[in-house]
């Protein structure tokens, strides 16, 4: 079973901005309910994508600047990297199938 990814301000340009393939990323804190809520979504798709999408996690307290940079106002905030570039935005609570009907999107 796959994993989501620990993505950090040190590692993002790396692991999202320079990824060869679609990357989603969590933006979320411990505090978060809603956050909390999608946790296991999250999980499921890191292994429903393995090899397909890199699904990632980024914890907003331990890293300031890429929420800053994205604008990440409100938690949880899914954001789609394809190709350096982000495509798609996702802001609250929502169900795994929106989430995954988004991500199709840009996996072709």
């Known amino acids: 079973m796959s994993h989501p990814l620990h993505i950090t301000d040190e590692n993002f340009e790396t692991e999202v901005l320079k990824s060869d393939k679609p990357v989603l990323v969590d933006f979320w804190a411990t505090w978060c309910g809603p956050c909390r809520m999608i946790a296991p979504i999250i999980e499921d798709l890191a292994g429903e994508y393995e090899g397909k999408v890199v699904i990632g996690k980024m914890d907003v307290d331990s890293n300031q600047m890429a ?42």
Request: no cysteine; glycine share 10%.
């Open 67 to 108: 929420p800053l940079k994205y604008g990440i106002r409100s938690i949880p905030t899914i954001l789609i990297f394809k190709g350096g570039e982000m495509v798609d935005t996702i802001i609250g609570a929502v169900s795994k199938q929106y989430i995954a009907e988004r991500l199709e999107a840009h996996t072709n």
